[in-house]
Each structure stands twice: as C-alpha cells, then as structure tokens.
C-alpha cells in the first residue's frame, strides 16, 4: 500500500475506551464503525441543526443525498485515482442457485466468498459534496447571484480503519456548497471559514484555522498535495479532541473550475464558474466537545448547552 | 439470476417523473438511488419525530447505528444465504502506485477497473435492526422486562435497482426491536400492528394489515417463504402509492430465537429469549403521502399536517 499509516497516540484509544464504557460510543467489531447513544446523537443532531440554520439565514437551500453514488461519477471526478486507497464501491452477488448456497455455506464458515461477487454501479459516498454538482447542474445556468446548496449531515465513507475515535470509515459531513464567479465564491469561504471559527470557539472549543492537504495517494499524490497547500486550496479548522496533535474538525475547499468543468456548471454570464465547499465533520465536533466539557452533556456549562440549542 | 423481477406499472413510471418534475425527488444516474428536496425531507424527518415519540412513550431507548456493518456479522446471519441477492458488501482498492495509475486510467475512461478491488470487511447495512442484537447482547442478560430499542430511521441497502420510486437501492428503515420473553415479544408485535396502523390511517392513507414474507432468493427461498406465510411470522402494512397493487410501507416481523441465538441474547430466567422488530418504510409512507394529498404539502388538509406534526 502506498498510503501513509496514521499514527494513533495512547490519549487517543484512552478516549475511544472511556466513550465506549459511558455508552456514547457502540462498538461494531470493526474498527471506525460504531453505533452512538441518544445522547451522542442528540448532540450530533443539534449541531445539525444550528449549522443548517446559519446557512439557511444566509440563503442556503437545503438538498439531502444517500450514502451511495453512481460509480460513473466517481469515475469523473478523478477520485479513484487520486484517493483510491479511500474509496469504497459497492458488489453484489451475481450467480444462481447453486452458487448462492456454496456463497452462503462459505459464508457461515466465514471463508472467503467474494468470487460471487461484481460491481453493481454504486459506490459509498466520499465526500457529501459530490451529488450537489450534477443536481446544480440539472437545474440549468446558474442565476447571477450563483447558487448555495447546504446538504445537510450526510453519511460518508473512508477505507481507514483506525482505533482514534475521531477517524471513522464512515462518518456524518455536513457540506455546504457555493457556485457562482470565481470572486464570489473567494469571499464566500473566506466568510465561512471566520463563521466557522466563531461557531466553534462560541462552544468552548479552541479552534485555529491552518492550511491543509487532502491525504492524496502515492508518489503522485504527495505532488498533488504540496500544490493543494502552495495555492491554498484547502483550509481545515483545528480542534484538540485527543492526542498531541489536534484534529481537523471541519475543512474549506476551493475547487477552482475542478466540478463546474466536469459536471457541466455554467454561469449567467461569461465569467467562469467557480465552486467551493465547507465540510463539518459532525462526529468529531462531538467528540471535542465530549472531551473538552466532560461526557455527560448534562452538567456541561449552561451557555455552550444553550449555544448548540440541544433539547434537554 | 434466480430472483424474481418486480414488474413496474405506468402509474409507478408516471409518479417518479412527476416527482422529479416538482423537484422532490432528484435523480442521480442511477435507479433507485434518489437526492430529495426541503419539502421531501422535512416530512421525513417529521415522521421519524413521531415515531420516535411513539416508541419513547412507551419505554424506547434510542441507539443509532451507521450505513455499513462488519461483514462477519452478515455471515452470521444467513443473509447470504437467504437473499444474496440483495446484499451489498464494500470493497475497496488494493495495490500500490502502479496499481493505482492503471485503475485511475480505465476509470476515467469507464472501463472495467474491478481488478484492484478488494474486499473490506464491511457490508452495507440490510436491515436497520441488524446492529441492535450484537448491541444487546454486549450488555449481558436483558432485564426482566425485556429491552425495547428505537434504532431510528437508519439507510439501508437492497440491490434492486427499478424505475418504481419506492423501491429503493437506499432508503431510511426506522425500525423499533423487541426482546424478551415469547409472550412479551408476540404481545409487542401485536399492539404494535394496531399502533402502525392508527398512526397511518390517522394520516389519512388507507392502510391495511396483511400476511407477508420476505423476498427470500431461488428455489430454497420459495420454501422458507412458504414457511414464513405458514407461521404468520412477518405482517405488512400495504398502502397505496401507485399502480395496480398497494405497497408495503412497514413490516412486522418475528425472529423467534433466530437473533437471540445468534448472538447470544441471554434473558433474565430460564425463559427462552425472542425478539420481533417493527420497521416503517420513511421514503414509502412520505410517497404515499405525496400521492394521497398532493404534491405541495403546504396544501394538505390542516389535521394531516398537525397529525404528522411538521414544522411549517
């Protein structure tokens, strides 16, 4: 494998084990797929909402997405060979009677069965922007004051099993996405990146904003990444949740002409489209503030409890 | 492929194209696989709220549960067994930089790059209920009144794409489970018939309770179906949405001791433990609906609005 393998420190498993002892954290038998208590998921949820309401008063519309996406436009966005260690696609059985019983007596031995196995079309979500730019571009030209689309906290997937709490295979983003001239779209994450910080550390959380890379596969990947970092293309938000190095909890992404192009978004008039992205990761906010303010939400300072506006 | 093809009507044709027209339902490329509008998912959500209240009413706890499951967990199951079918299991790549480059190449020219594929160890979820019984039995033996859990309205996967804009690849099951004594879980089931029932017919859908069985694969599933029938082990509620047939838009279904001894639910006595899981079919029943009362739910009759309880 050419990907790096991420570290996990001791601070890290520690937090992972006292959330799973307090129930907030189910474990599945695999590492970064869990199950949360109702607490968990009803801070989750309140996160949820107030970072929708924000969009929303800023003339957001709301679109919401599954967890799966064709293939094909995976395929176009260059994903499968800039991240391929990351993606996750979908197979299903393709046989007849009899291979379906030597599937399900290899299975109930749990051997290997995944001959029976092929492609089906859909592939896991990598990223929760991703259906937006077809469904912007279905819509037609963009109206002159471009488009804002909040997605909502939609379900993606990462292939990186990991025992830190906070990197999940699959785990809720909340994007928010802007099209429109390049100018606009500039000022737009330049906004958002000041609102997330000011959402954050209105929570109690120390947050900074840094400069950042996507973890891009390879030899390839890592000139990939040091252009990302020498144009400024992606922002992240950093947040202590465990370990000696705080986390990535949300991330602010300048597209350039990348998904106007390969989808086909066209503007009002002849100024190129632009588009950007803003991606919370919801889990991960959670989890800051269940390590910062103590696992029992409950007794967490009254004005951070009212700041999320969790129903209690 | 030894399953059945689902006929799809005109009616079910005519619906999903005007759905899409009003913006409800936005397509992605692929059957099945649906982004929704505000409106769409704010009836959604509003749904899941009130079954949910239902549920913590009368004694739910609520855990949720992510879109994928470790595959040995399947295997345990039968599932691959019994409809392989429909499964969905993750794969992901598998090779070094060389690799990568060649998948990135044939992908983006839409060629065959499944090759570099491997499995992961996780599979899409097939029943919202799935990671409740390993959850169960973490906790030791269940107390003597049983466990009653509200799993939400979770994304599940069944491979079947269709052009009918109910039958989903992925779609929210909100599934509430049952464990305890024999008597307390058949007891359970049977009120929970009457409660599903009220609370759709109270939304002005003509719903009716019926004997069913699960879409079992091949020659051996026609027998367990027969089976199922036979024992009344799984009832439907069907409503109409479109076309000749109404559509099942929950189900009722009793396990006897299939989860219980597969992942060693202990009970409190000598009483064998069962369970029995109810799950509402969130997409269905917001067609059925949409189909009932039009399109705009803005213009619904005010008691379906104030029943349902949305924000508006």
Redesign the interface.
Known sequence: ??SEVRAVSAEQVALRDRLIDAGHL?????DG??????AF?DLREALGTRISAEARTRGA??????????V?????T?Y???M??????????????AA??V???R??A?E???E???????A?MPAACY?VY??LA?RGPLPAAGAFIDA?GA?V?R?E?STDPARR???HQHELVRAGTPETVLQWRAQWAQLGLDLLTGLGLEARLDRANDPF????GRLLAANQRAQELKLELLVPIAGPEPTACASFNHHLDHFSSTFAITGAGDDPVHTACLGFGHERIVLALLARHGLDPDRWPAEVQDRLGAPR
Not at 26 to 30: D, H, L, N, Q, Y
Not at 33 to 38: C, D, E, F, P
Not at 116 to 122: I, S
């Open positions: 494998m050419g189910i474990p599945s038998g695999v797929v869990y199950g949360h208590s109702a998921e519309t709301r679109l919401t997405f599954p967890p799966v996406l064709p094909r436009q995976l395929e176009a260059g499968l060979a800039n391929p260690h990351l993606a996750g696609t979908v197979f299903s059985f393709d046989g007849d009677d379906a019983a599937q399900g007596t299975a109930s749990h290997d069965w995944s029976f196995q092929a492609p089906t079309g859909v896991l259906p077809p469904a279905r909502g379900w997937f292939h099993p295979q699959i785990f596969f390879g030899r390839r």
